[in-house]
């Protein structure tokens, strides 16, 4: 009779090293893609807001072409440049500006990113490109392939949606390393918050009397000290309520900023506006903070 062969210690660590793994592992949720499309958003129209600040001038977008969506869909390339199956992710230049799709691990040569990204666009801007980049581990990631759009009239028009398929360059060749899907879409520049500044009487000093009184009831105080006493008073406590009033939303301006910020309560967006003293931009900035923690 023949002895079973007892196992050996490579049988051991093979039952061993063989683990199920969940489905979802490595795998990005439909509900984080979301979260990353309205950052995306968020941060396109800070960046238009920044550029203001940044030309000490007022929300004049005279200079700026619009808001720049493009969705990166996937891409087929010729060739494996990976020891194994490669992990590409696309970079979005535009202008100074660089955005990056999530990385699509194992795609190889055929990856799928469905990655939609907005920026601002100035007008001088005549062009973008995308690099086709592969995630190393233990070295810089590496180019694979390149393509430059051209911004043409037609594409540039504003709430006009553009189906691209364009050729790759790369080691293979001027347009031989692939092809990539796009779709480009211009959207408008988002309608500046504007609000009207409280106005509130200035107070001048009688140097007769020696009392404060308002520049518009200057006449009146001759008349009668009673009178001008009455009118002091009066103007001084209009002048104490207006100073200590909040600063309210109009129902327009709420309505802009919970289409920016989807994500965060009315209420938390009144007391934003409050605590900032009603200046727009650093509400939008710290709303922007605030959404950024709660994702």
Same mark, same amino acid.
């Given at each position: ?53 940044? =030309? ?6 005279? !200079? ?15 060739? !494996?440049? *990976? ?11 535009? *202008? ?17 990113? *469905? ?32 393509? =430059? ?7 540039? %028009?504003? *709430?006009?949606?553009?189906?691209? +398929?364009? /050729? ?8 031989? &390393? ?6 480009? +879409?211009?959207? /408008?520049?988002? =309608? ?10 200035? /107070? +001048? ?9 308002? @520049? ?9 000290? &009673? =009178? !001008? ?6 103007? %001084?406590?209009? +002048?104490?309520?207006? @100073? ?7 129902? %327009? &301006? ?7 910020? /989807? ?33």
């Amino acid at each position: 009779m023949k002895m079973a062969e007892a196992p050996t210690y490579a049988d051991e660590c093979r039952s061993k090293a063989v683990l199920d793994v969940d489905q979802s592992f490595l795998r990005v949720s439909e509900d984080a893609v979301a979260r990353q499309v309205a950052q995306d958003e968020m941060l396109a129209t800070q960046m238009v807001i920044q550029d203001q600040q940044q =030309t000490n001038a007022a929300y004049d977008t005279g !200079n700026m072409r619009g808001i720049l969506e493009v969705l990166i869909d996937r891409c087929e390339l010729v060739k !494996n440049y *990976g020891i194994s199956r490669m992990d590409p992710y696309c970079r979005l230049k535009v *202008g100074s500006r660089v955005m990056e799709t999530i990385t699509c691990y194992n795609g190889s040569t055929k990856p799928i990113w *469905g990655r939609r990204m907005r920026v601002p666009i100035a007008l001088d801007v005549a062009s973008f490109s995308i690099e086709v980049m592969d995630e190393n581990q233990f070295q810089d990631d590496s180019k694979i392939a390149r393509v =430059t759009v051209m911004l043409s009239e037609d594409l540039l %028009q504003v *709430g006009k949606t553009s189906a691209l +398929t364009l /050729p790759l360059s790369g080691q293979q060749g001027i347009d031989k &390393e692939g092809t990539i899907y796009l779709q480009l +879409t211009i959207l /408008p520049i988002p =309608t500046p918050i504007t609000s009207p500044p409280l106005v509130a009487s200035t /107070p +001048t000093m009688d140097m007769e009397g020696g009392q404060s009184t308002s @520049s518009t009831t200057e006449s009146n105080s001759i008349d009668s000290p &009673e =009178t !001008n006493q009455h009118t002091t008073s009066e103007s %001084q406590s209009q +002048t104490n309520e207006s @100073s200590q009033s909040p600063p309210s939303l109009s129902d %327009q &301006e709420l309505l802009q900023l919970q289409e920016m910020f /989807p994500n965060i309560e009315i209420d938390a967006i009144k007391s934003v506006y409050e605590a900032t003293n009603g200046n727009k931009n650093d509400t939008i900035t710290s709303l922007l903070a605030l959404s950024m923690e709660n994702s």
